[in-house]
């Protein structure tokens, strides 16, 4: 019961055309090097910002983002958590939208970011995402060979309702497609994904683009793969890369055996949030 894991911490580019045609070699690459599930990160076809969001919005049925993403999954023959591109949804309302594909090119799930990112940090970083995007309000989950797997968008990993209501509702693993900055990076990016792998003894990744200096928006990169017990079992640094990590359904069982959290929560004194 294990699956090989892959990052594809993409380099972005302006060009929509330019940036489907580099995931599906990336993809293709993290298949024949024995990855059963790949993640591209938070807005792979599109550089990432309030002002691109509406330019390169498109609708989530027979768009050329998800009818890439289908062909790559199917001629991959992988499961793709396909990062996220801004849709156009209902009522024309804008959406950071990831989502997911089998192996036979079906999509299997859609998660639309369910908590948008604005934050001001005086002298360091503003931005509002909500400015632009409507958020989403469902929690995510497909199934996999291994098992159920999460999936949160970037800012979702902050809260950690998320991923505790998806390991109790069975998942093995939190994939968050994401593109933290340069000021919550450092600060936040890896610390918050072992958070989350603690508290629920489950496998947690987050997938980046690659950095770009000349971007408005520069993201940290460092994709990176956290097991059930905290431990960082891969990590990319900033530059486009793949990195992988099997995912062992063993591992966690018997990390959860031999820390029982789960049999030990006392709902009779806090609520239980997955009911």
Known sequence: MTSRLALIQLAVTASKEANLVNARAK???????????????????????????????????????????????????VYLI????????????????????????????????????????????TFKESSVLSAGSEITTFDSPIGKIGVGICYDIRFPEMAMIAARKGCVAMIYPGAFNMTTGPLHWELLQRARAIDNQMYVAACSPARDEAAGYVAWGHSSVVDPMGQVVAKLGEKEDIVYADLDVAFLETSRANIPVSAQRRFDVYPDVSK
Not at 32 to 42: D, F, M, Q, R, S
């Open 27 to 77: 993809v293709i690459e993290a298949a024949e090097k024995g990855a059963g599930i790949v993640v591209l990160p938070e807005c792979f076809n599109s550089p990432y910002g309030t002002s691109f969001f509406p330019k390169y919005a498109e609708p989530l049925e027979n768009g050329p983002s998800s009818i890439a993403l289908s062909n790559m999954a199917r001629d991959a023959k």
């Open 82 to 125: 396909g990062g996220s591109f801004p849709e156009i949804g209902p009522n024309s309302k804008f959406f950071n939208t990831c989502t997911i594909w089998g192996p036979n090119g079906d999509r299997l799930g859609v998660h639309r970011k369910v908590h948008l990112f604005d934050i001001d940090i005086p002298g360091k970083q």
